[in-house]
RNA sequence: GGGCGCGUAGCUCAGUGGGAGAGCACUCGCCUUACAAGCGAGGGGUCGUAGGUUCGAAACCUACCGCGCCCA
């Protein structure tokens, strides 16, 4: 199998050079760097064309290209290719994220190696560092793209950190900030004891984990009260026990205080409304610096907070827990309770929902703290308003539901982080309390320091869509690409990003949205629909895939999964079955050349053209309508499925099949015009979603430059032959019968069999009779011919054959009385329609009809099948 | 707990009122002058369960069972 059979073809043919296996690896780099060199995929903004533009999900810095951005990247590919053969100008724009925690996680591990701390080398020096990191091993993912066949543009690669989307995150904070739309207060916020900074609500990921339930009494005698808590170590900060007003239980207390266990404090017991009576015993304990929802029964009953761990989530209260982390804490803090009997129920292990931090996987502390948010009240309104007006569609429409959840019921976004690297909060602080906020061009009063934080990475890409294209200057990019037509991303960061896109977008810009179209796709998974993960060890690498199968099949076989908002899930298999699907376009391609295939001159008029050049054109008509209304609606899925059947079935197994004696013979020509018409189209057709061999394929089969700059194919209604069809559909037929009936007597397809051919004139295809016996393998009957059998096609047609008395009656029994059955089916099945008064009442004339017509078509079937199992001799 | 979605062939999925489909897998036969990464033929499904609507339900409605995702 190493050998490569390159050489195996009569060289009497040309065959463009082409060897007899498809090799990806040998076209694909040269392919894709001489597309680069000759600045195909650079857009113009002074172009006439009308604009088609998409911005790229920017990757992380950090990031590699996994499979999720495989399947992303090919359907923007496939979009930009589209567009870019229907004659728009088009920019797909690549860049990438700073991705604040996931570099600086980095680069501390970096620096952790050699026993240092980002606080050994202090701010500035660890922010080059980073920098420096950037230079040296930022960024793989943007040689894997090329390996992809990604046709960005290059020229125009954007990062977030870089000076002009700096400056457009430093404009869009201030305006902002005058706005009243960004605000600094004391909140409870999610906290990652390890990163150290706060997370929004959405950088926590809510899991079911195993924990603890321990109902702890407080108090004594009847005034004493029981909650119960998955975090017993907090009681330490707790300044309230909550009930409902109504429980009767406990009307009684409301109003008293309790004595705090291990503390000797005294707490109030308060009513709140929002206290669940059905959860534990009803009454909760209440810690408002470290629970949000005590945070806010705190502040409806102006109860003190009192903060009682670190940012590390270590014990601060001084006693004899202090220093212990919180881990350590809980088991100590339940072990003095119960020393003093105060433990009234344990259960473990309690499954209970538990936040970890989505970059670290560190069970997030809820913390009180001092952080800037983003107001997004009337930003988010805006947000959904775009999408509930048209202005911006979801695709598929569906997920619009969950976007409506999410932007109308948006909690205030915390946007400060306590990191180094990212943009800094461009607030100034001065030395007797002054707050100034610096615009891009400002310098701050002498003598104020800067803030600290920075902000979340989120912010600015929240901004992509305009900051690339040189926002807050007004660009030509931005005049002939802004709004981007499509934002292609997964679902699962429909809140991350887009929704943050559309609130900023719409702020920014004036009231104009982002992008038109949001195409949402899946999540992929493995062949058996199960999430990819390392521990489990179904992790695929598209590189990988792309190094054995070729880009092109990696792509196809993702595209082929990708139904509308579904998940696509992938296997080795298929993509073998993907790559296979390559190999034989090439091979068809390759015999095309061999048989003088061409694309030069006009398509010869129809009355000139054989029933199978006009069949094989109107299938294409037909296939490029599918094809366009398939690309319209994002359905990535039926574009390949559609395309492959055409190829594989109707242009590979048939047409090619039926054109080989005309091919062969004198009077050739036309059909090499049209063959060569066919896959120009069909090569064309495939390009978006296989760039690769479509181009060694379609350079090689019509001599032009680049299929890249090719114009998309459009349907020519002339070419539309339902009569070719119905006579095509009928040869294919007659040919499945025999090749059947051969196949169930055991006759090998080297054995010629004699037969007669009658009543093909019943359905016009008398003059096929030629190819129906080359593609039946059956002889003109001799001397001495002697039908043996008789097959009796549905539409009148006969085939006698000769089998030269060694016909297996048995086996032809059996396969009569099999379609038998199926015509018994058929025919019951219509005469208990039309049997009923009601289906003739209700049912559509057409209806009636078609069940009419099926029944006559069963039973002259029967009738034939009959006389067939009449005449087949006794065993 | 709230919301959304899904149960169709061994596997993964199309089909959304009128003849149960595809890819892969499987069985049988073939080195057939483009392709064995191929060609030809075939087997395989009470469309999750139970009711209902309808002349007619895989599809529409209700309930239940099972699975997944998002949010709290």
């Known amino acids: 199998m190493t050998e490569t059979t390159q050489h195996r073809t009569p060289d009497s043919r040309p065959t463009g050079g082409l060897s007899a296996q498809y090799q990806p690896g040998e076209v694909e780099q040269r392919r894709y760097e001489n597309w680069v060199s000759q600045g195909y995929f650079t857009a113009d903004p002074a172009s006439d064309k009308p604009p088609f533009s998409i ?30 053969m229907q004659g728009f100008e088009v920019l797909w724009l690549p860049g990438m994220d700073h991705a604040g925690i996931a570099t600086q996680n980095v680069v501390e591990r970096q620096l952790a190696a050699q026993q240092l701390s980002r606080h050994d080398l202090g701010r500035e020096k660890f922010v080059e560092k980073v920098w420096e ?9 943007l040689g894997q793209m090329r390996r992809l066949g990604d046709s960005v543009d290059w020229s125009r690669e954007r990062f977030t950190m870089d000076e002009g989307l700096s400056r457009a995150v430093q404009t869009i904070f201030k305006r902002l900030y005058e706005d009243e739309l960004i605000y600094r207060a004391n909140r409870i916020i999610n906290w990652c004891p390890r990163c150290l900074t706060a997370l929004s609500d959405i950088e926590v990921e809510h899991t079911d984990d195993e924990g603890e339930l321990v ?30 007003p109504d429980d009767e239980r406990y009307k009684h207390l409301i109003g008293t205080e309790v004595e705090l266990p291990l503390t000797g404090r005294r707490i109030p017991i308060v009513a709140d409304e929002h206290v669940d009576p059905s959860f ?30 670190d940012e590390r989530a270590v ?82 429409a569906e997920l619009s539901k969950r976007y409506f959840a999410w932007v109308d019921n948006m909690h205030d976004w915390c946007i400060s982080r306590q990191l180094w690297w990212g943009h800094r909060i461009p607030v100034w602080y001065g030395p007797d309390g002054e707050v100034v906020c610096v615009g891009p061009d400002e310098e701050p009063p002498a003598g104020f320091t800067q803030d600290e934080d920075v902000l979340d990475t989120w912010f600015s890409s929240a901004l992509w869509p305009f900051s690339t294209m040189g926002w807050p200057e007004r660009t030509p990019e931005l005049e002939k690409f802004y709004p981007t037509s499509v934002l292609v991303t997964g679902y699962d960061i429909l809140f991350f990003w887009v929704a943050r896109m559309m609130m900023f977008g719409l702020y920014a810009m004036d009231d104009v949205q982002p992008f038109n179209v949001v195409n949402l796709h899946g999540m992929v998974r493995d062949g058996h629909g199960k999430k990819m993960s390392k521990s489990f060890g179904n992790v695929v690498d598209p590189l990988d895939w792309i190094e054995r199968y070729g880009a092109d099949a990696t792509r196809f076989t993702l595209a082929r999964g990708a ?40 398509l010869p008029p129809a009355e000139e053209l054989s029933a199978i050049d006009k069949w094989i054109l109107s299938r294409l008509q037909h296939v490029i309508g599918e094809v366009d209304e398939y690309f319209a609606t994002y359905e990535y899925a039926k574009v390949c499925d559609t395309l492959y059947h055409f190829a594989w079935d109707d242009v590979c197994d048939w047409y090619l099949e039926l054109s080989k004696p005309v091919l062969a013979g004198s009077e050739a020509a036309n059909s090499q015009r049209v063959l060569g018409h066919v896959l120009d189209q069909l090569l064309r057709l495939l390009h978006p979603v296989i760039p690769f061999v479509t181009e060694e394929l379609w350079v090689a089969l019509t001599g032009g430059e680049t299929v890249v700059k090719a114009q998309w194919p459009a349907i020519d209604k002339e070419l539309i032959d339902d009569a070719a069809e119905e006579e095509l559909a009928a040869l294919q037929k007659v040919v499945t019968e025999v090749r059947r009936f051969r196949s169930d007597q055991g006759l090998k397809p080297s054995q010629r069999v004699s037969a007669a051919l009658t009543g093909l004139g019943n359905v016009g295809i008398d003059t096929h009779e030629p190819l129906i016996r080359s593609l039946a393998r059956l002889d003109a009957p001799g001397d001495g011919f002697t039908a043996t059998a008789t097959l009796a096609v549905s539409g009148a047609i006969t085939v006698d054959l000769d089998t030269r008395g060694t016909i297996d009656v048995a086996a032809e029994r059996a396969r009569l009385e099999k379609d038998r059955t199926a015509a018994e089916k058929e025919a019951a099945q219509c005469r208990a329609k039309l049997g009923n008064e009601s289906f003739i009442g209700k049912a559509p004339e057409q209806v009636v009809t078609k069940i009419k017509d099926r029944l006559a078509t069963a039973e002259a079937d029967l009738t034939r099948i009959a006389a067939a199992l009449e005449a087949l001799p006794t065993a």
């Not at 992380?60 to 567009?83: C, E, F, M, P, Y």
């Not at 996987?361 to 509930?388: H, I």
Request: glycine share 10%.
């Open 563 to 602: 139904n509308p908002g579904s998940d696509v899930p992938i296997s080795e298999e298929w993509c073998q079955g993907s790559r296979n699907f390559c190999n034989k376009l090439w091979n068809a391609t390759r015999f095309a050349l061999m048989n003088g295939a061409t694309v030069e001159g006009e």
């Open 280 to 309: 534990g015993t009803g009454a909760v304990k209440v810690t408002p610096a470290h629970d949000p929802n005590d945070f806010e029964i705190g502040q409806r009953h102006d109860l003190p907070s009192i903060t009682m761990m």
């Open 55 to 84: 911005v790229i999900p920017p990757p992380n810095v950090t990031g590699s290209l996994h499979v999720g951005h495989a399947l992303d990247h090919t359907i923007q590919d496939t979009l930009s290719r589209l567009k870019r």
């Open 215 to 244: 109902s702890i009494r407080y108090g004594e005698g009847e005034n004493a009260i029981v909650v119960a808590t998955t975090r017993a170590e907090t009681m330490l900060g707790d300044t309230a026990v909550a009930v409902h």
């Open 133 to 141: 990191w950037k230079a040296q091993s930022g960024g793989a993912i």
């Open 315 to 396: 014990v601060t209260v001084h006693g004899p827990f202090e220093g212990l982390d919180r881990y350590e804490a809980r088991p100590a803090i339940v072990a003095a309770l119960r020393e003093e009997g105060r433990i009234v129920a344990e259960k473990r292990p309690y499954v209970h929902s538990v936040g970890h931090c989505s970059r670290c996987k560190t069970t997030v502390e809820p913390r009180l703290s001092l952080q800037w948010f983003v107001n997004t009240g009337p930003l988010a309104k805006a947000a959904g308003d775009a999408v509930r007006d048209g202005r911006v569609s979801i695709e598929p």
